[in-house]
Nanobody, 132 residues
Framework: QVQLVESEGGLVQAGGSLRLSCVLS?????????????MGWFRQAPGMEREFVAA????????SYRDSVKGRFTITRDNVKSTVYLQMNTLKPEDTAVYYC????????????????????WGLGTQVTVSS
């Protein structure tokens, strides 16, 4: 059973920064190492649908971001630590949401998965609140 556990979010003022982390664990990760999983971050604000935020390929060389976070958010990964990060800078009130980490086994090390339907594993989510 693969599990994803996000770090605690928090309350920050607009313009501030926050880094989320997500650890991938489980019984031998279903026999696949961390570097066999494409990873992503999604978020869901109250009354809104879940939306894509950022994604990273297995090898960390390829990333994708939603337009509204480009230049402010950075997704990275440390496969040795089985952890994916989301560095969020210059936060805005509209970034307020529950943030979810997601993972999917993929064969192509360069593949970036941006669609939530393609992800197999999800964390429980962590609340990020940005005050104005």
């Amino acid at each position: 059973q693969v599990q994803l556990v996000e770090s605690e979010g928090g309350l920050v003022q607009a313009g501030g920064s926050l880094r989320l982390s997500c650890v991938l664990s489980g019984r031998s990760l279903n026999n696949y190492a961390m570097d066999m999983y494409a990873m992503g971050w999604f978020r869901q604000a109250p009354g809104m649908e879940r939306e894509f935020v950022a994604a990273i390929s297995r090898n960390g060389a390829y990333t994708s971001y939603r337009d509204s976070v480009k230049g402010r958010f950075t997704i990275t990964r440390d496969n040795v630590k089985s952890t994916v990060y989301l560095q969020m800078n210059t936060l805005k009130p509209e970034d307020t949401a529950v943030y979810y980490c997601a993972g999917r086994y993929v064969g192509d090390p360069t593949r970036v998965v941006v669609t939530d339907l393609y992800y197999e594993y999800w964390g429980l989510g962590t609340q990020v609140t940005v005050s104005s």
